[in-house]
């Protein structure tokens, strides 16, 4: 599996955009860049895709670097509910839908 | 969507006694997974759980410590056999259907050996 590598850690201040980046310098032509996040005391829950163009939803936006090497997630207005690890994680799409997670960013939210 | 339940949520166990956790989705999925998350760390993946056949074991993991059921597109079964203390861990499952980017986890359940 191709490798993401993450800030072990970062800090905001509620109700102010957080960006995370990822570096997946050896990213393959099939990998979909994934993130997920995992909030204190529960399962990883999924938070956005994307391939090659940014990606929009609800919960956050995916910007893609054009040569796909890295990739940064943005939660627009961060929330103490935001306060989790986040993965980023390469996934390939003609594959067998693993996933294989690293160490993640832990995210800390102040009031 | 797909929502993920596990039981037990938690259990205190003895060393060398055996542990089967069992996960329930409440719609069909095509895959299931099975992680472990050691105290502090990341998700670890166990296997994937096959439907009606042997399941596939990760590097480091193997079917005598950690068999696997999946008799149906819902449920699938791991144990943890002859326990010791280091397999204190929380045990995930996880679901996702073929063509669809999205895999749902289970709460966990958080094992602790004596």
């Known amino acids: 599996d191709a490798k993401t590598t993450q800030p072990n850690s970062m800090e905001s201040n509620e109700e102010e955009p957080v960006h995370l980046p990822c570096n997946h310098s050896?990213?393959?032509?099939?990998?979909?860049i994934h993130w997920y996040r995992q909030l204190p005391s529960q399962g990883p829950e999924y938070v956005i895709h994307?391939?090659?163009s940014n990606v929009n939803n609800r919960m956050a936006s995916l910007a893609i670097a054009e040569d796909r090497k890295s990739s940064t997630l943005i939660l627009h207005r961060a929330t103490l509910r935001d306060a989790a690890v986040y993965y980023c994680?390469?996934?390939?799409?003609?594959?067998?839908?693993?996933?294989?997670f690293g160490a993640g960013t832990t995210v800390t939210v102040r009031a | 969507s797909a929502v993920i339940s596990q039981k037990p949520s938690r259990d205190i166990c003895q060393r060398g006694t055996s542990l089967t956790i069992q996960c329930q989705v409440d719609s069909q999925v095509t895959m299931m997974f099975w992680y472990r998350q050691q105290p502090g760390q990341s998700l670890t993946l166990i296997a994937t759980?096959?439907?009606?056949?042997?399941?596939?074991?990760e590097s480091g993991f193997v079917i005598d410590k950690f068999p696997i059921s999946r008799p149906n597109l819902t449920f699938s079964t791991l144990t943890v056999s002859n326990m010791s203390p280091e397999d204190s861990s929380i045990y995930l499952c996880?679901?996702?259907?073929?063509?669809?980017?999205?895999?749902?986890f289970g709460p966990g359940t958080r094992l602790l050996v004596l």
């Open positions: 994307g391939l090659t």
């Open positions: 996880s679901g996702g259907k073929t063509g669809l980017e999205t895999q749902y």
């Open positions: 759980a096959n439907q009606g056949s042997e399941a596939t074991y």
């Open positions: 994680i390469l996934r390939d799409g003609s594959g067998d839908y693993k996933l294989s």
């Open positions: 050896t990213i393959s032509g099939t990998d979909y």
